[in-house]
């Protein structure tokens, strides 16, 4: 028996081979951050979403008269039976001047030269309009673009977490069964202190790795650098991203003097979708959101993601008000050309 026992320390024991066979089983498992791999991917959707975001100035026709008086010309359209978000439609546009001159033009019996004018600046402000609609429509674009990508991160970010929980997961019943096998080889060959010594270093492997199925996470690079969101926050004059009509439809305020951009804001800040206000969750968050980009967990993205679902519904509301306006626009036509 003696023989024996000094004979064990020679051969690697069945804890050992199932500790080494654990750690190549984790190799890939080591970090809680992933670096990702599939950079061609990345690339190309930060390619497709890098398109021009700013449209083309209105025509300088499409201006003019309600820049010089817009409280004026506001109650000029209402009284002609505008409501105020058709009014506020066309001033984002930059067609409230060609709205001013068809309300001038009025209806009924007139000459043809003025029934030919009246017509000419209705095919204008329709043009205007159809021009914010696709204004509109290619900033939602850029938007599900933008969300796409985190999409995708997300994909990848998930396929990693999957493949790390499968890989602890076997690790967790390996250690069981080699800290089983261990400690009952010891309680045959050896002293019970060193098979109660093995039961506490396999127990102590397997709450190690359930800690690690509790607190690991993966996270991915995502770039920024056509960052709606910042813009958002910041309210430059002119935006980089944005078309001009969209842009000024956003920071246009209605009678309470509140605009898109601020009920967008509140509504993240209501949602703490930044943190808690003054912690440091929120400065940690700003800088990741609003700023270049960073390293997001599927955490982060779904909450980037519900911050660009709020914009998009509030750039969406446009098309609502244009909509409203091609309307009314009709329905004065068809009440002032009666025959």
């Not at 080591?30 to 190309?44: F, M, N, P, S, W």
């Not at 820049?67 to 066309?90: C, E, K, N, V, Y």
């Not at 001009?244 to 209501?270: F, H, K, M, P």
Request: charged share 20%; glycine share 10%.
């Amino acid at each position: 028996m003696q023989a024996a026992e000094r004979s064990i320390p020679k051969h690697p024991s069945c804890a050992r081979a199932a500790v080494l066979g654990i750690l190549l089983l984790l190799g890939g498992c080591g970090t809680d951050r992933l670096v990702t791999q599939d950079r061609r991917a990345r690339a190309a959707t930060e390619r497709i979403c890098a398109q021009p975001g700013n449209s083309m100035p209105a025509p300088r026709q499409w201006r003019g008269e309600a820049q010089r008086d817009p409280l004026q010309a506001r109650i000029t359209l209402a009284q002609g039976g505008f409501s105020a978000s058709a009014i506020g439609a066309a001033e984002a546009i930059g067609a409230d001047g060609l709205l001013l001159r068809l309300a001038a033009l009025g209806g009924g019996p007139g000459t043809s030269a003025r029934m030919a004018e009246a017509l000419q600046v209705r095919l204008e402000l329709t043009e205007a309009i159809m021009l914010g609609i696709l204004d509109v429509a290619s900033t939602l674009a850029e938007i599900d673009c933008e969300g796409e990508r985190g999409d995708q991160l997300r994909t990848r970010l998930q396929a990693a977490l999957d493949r790390r929980l499968y890989r602890l997961n076997i690790a967790t019943i390996l250690t069981g069964a080699a800290t089983a096998a261990a400690t009952g080889t010891l309680a045959f060959v050896s002293t019970a202190a060193a098979s109660n010594i093995a039961g506490i270093v396999g127990g102590n492997a397997e709450a190690g790795l359930g800690l690690a199925l509790l607190f690991g996470e993966v996270s991915g690079e995502l770039r920024t650098p056509r960052n709606m969101l910042r813009e958002v926050w910041d309210r430059p004059a002119e935006s980089r991203l944005m078309p001009a009509s969209v842009w000024r439809y956003l920071n246009r305020a209605d009678l309470a003097g509140v605009t898109q951009l601020d009920r967008l804001i509140a509504e993240w800040c209501i949602q703490e979708l930044l943190g808690e206000p003054g912690s440091e969750a929120e400065r940690e968050r700003g800088a990741l959101f609003l700023g270049m980009g960073g390293s997001y967990t599927p955490g982060d993205l779904d909450i980037r993601e519900a911050m660009m679902e709020l914009l998009q519904a509030s750039v969406a509301m446009m098309n609502q008000d244009l909509r409203n306006l091609l309307a009314e626009v009709a329905r004065w036509w068809a009440e002032s050309h009666r025959p």
